[in-house]
């Protein structure tokens, strides 16, 4: 059923993107200290979304988020190209990420498979390690 005021519906909107200006976490210290921006707020908020179980805390949109606990206990071979799936699902929600690439998984640590890749957002090129026991 169309609403009678469809014209409502052909009117132009402007889409403004929301800035990154946001709290500086000190994750080393348990603490909060100061504001970060641009490039320095990307690298916190891929390391917030990272760091958050998906599905598991409903303050987060059931987009919000990686799954990891499921890999723990798979062969090596079956964790790396799923890790790497989920991993871009996970941080391309955000719009200011453009692309994830550059995947390189090291397995020699038994039990632990360690990732590092680059994240190409708005604000520059990030590098990110992670770390996922399997």
């Known amino acids: 059923m169309i609403p009678k005021n469809a014209e409502l519906l052909k009117q132009g909107f402007n889409v403004?993107?929301?800035?990154t200006y946001t709290y500086r976490m000190d994750p080393g210290?348990?603490?909060?200290?100061?504001?970060?921006?641009?490039?320095?707020?990307?690298?916190q908020a891929i390391y917030k979304i990272l760091s958050t179980q998906r599905y598991q805390?409903?303050?987060y949109s059931w987009n919000y988020g990686i799954e990891l606990k499921d890999l723990f206990g798979q062969p090596v071979s079956y964790v790396c190209p799923e890790l790497e799936r989920r991993?871009?699902?996970a941080l391309l929600w955000d719009t200011r990420i453009e692309e994830v690439g550059d995947f390189k998984f090291d397995t020699s640590k038994r039990g632990t498979v360690h990732v590092s890749f680059k994240a190409y957002t708005a604000?520059?090129?990030i590098g990110i390690e992670k770390e996922v026991d399997i």
Request: glycine share 10%; proline share 4%; aromatic share 10%.
């Open 16 to 19: 403004e993107e929301q800035p």
């Open 29 to 43: 210290n348990d603490a909060i200290r100061g504001y970060v921006d641009g490039i320095d707020a990307m690298e």
């Open 57 to 59: 805390y409903i303050i």
């Open 87 to 89: 991993i871009r699902e």
């Open 123 to 125: 604000f520059g090129e």
